[in-house]
Structure formats: C-alpha cells, structure tokens
C-alpha cells in the first residue's frame, strides 16, 4: 500500500537569533515591504500571513491569496492551516489596497473578526492586521480594532 507523505519545511533556514522581531505596526509594516512586490502593489490585492511564536519572532511569511484589482478572495482555513503548521503562536494579517485607500472595509473588519474569533479557539492570536499601499498604511492595532 502506498501513500503520500504530507511535509511541511521553511524554504529558508534562520537562526532564532537572526529573525526579525515584531514589536509594533511599524516593525510590521517593515517586514511587509521587504517581502510584497512593489511593482503590483497598485495592481492587485494579495493577502499574506506573518507567523510569529511567543517572542514575537517572524517565523515567516506566507502569501494566502492573489485576486485582481478590487478583491482578493480570502479563506480562513488556509490562514490556519499556515499558522498551524509553521506552529505560530500569533500572526499579523496584511493586504493591499490597489485603490490607495487606507480606511478598512466592511469586508475587511468582518473578516478580521471572523479570525479572531477562529485563532481564540486555536489558542493564536491576531495582534494586527495592516493594510497597505503605496504610501502608507492602516493598522487595525493602532485603531483598536483587534
């Protein structure tokens, strides 16, 4: 009988003592741009996960979704699946907003909530979600919003 093996690897190995730490928005939103494509930041709405563990280490990062100019399609299963198998403790979510505009949608803090409210069942916690653009960005943490 044969079947498949599932695996999870980091692509990049880093010591614990090399990984950025994840403090505030900004140490985020820093983070964030190292790893988003600048180049489609205005074109299309992806959505991406930060893994922290209980030091507020980046664990890494992972892409969850690519949608087009207006939305992007969001599934919470694979949000903790990611954050489940890289064993974070917290996560920072993050999207674009091609538009340029900071203020959060109605789209947007439902699906910050319905999170929340998953990880509490799973023991991780959202400590942020950014939204970025080209210029700026919101934080749901500074807003108390998480």
């Known amino acids: 009988m044969k079947i498949a093996e599932v695996a999870l690897k980091y692509k990049t ?6 990984m950025p730490k994840v403090e505030c928005p900004d140490d985020a939103v820093t983070l964030l741009r190292s790893v988003w494509d600048e180049d489609t930041i205005q074109l299309r709405e992806e959505f991406i996960v ?29 949000i903790f699946q990611i ?13 674009n907003h091609p538009s340029g505009a900071l203020k959060p949608s109605t ?21 942020d979600h950014i939204i970025l653009s080209q210029d700026g960005y919101y934080s749901f943490r500074k807003n108390r919003l998480v």
């Not at 992972?62 to 399609?73: E, H, K, L, N, P």
């Not at 954050?83 to 999207?95: D, E, F, K, T, Y």
């Open 107 to 127: 789209a947007d803090i439902h699906l910050t909530n319905r999170v929340k409210k998953s990880g509490e069942l799973l023991g991780i916690t959202v400590d």
């Open 13 to 18: 190995q880093i010591p614990l003592e090399e």
């Open 50 to 78: 930060i893994l922290l563990n209980n030091s507020k280490k980046c664990l890494g990062w992972s892409r969850v979704s690519i949608g087009g100019a207006s939305c992007t399609i969001v599934d919470i299963a694979s």
């Open 83 to 95: 954050a489940l198998l890289g064993n974070a403790n917290s996560m920072i979510l993050a999207h």
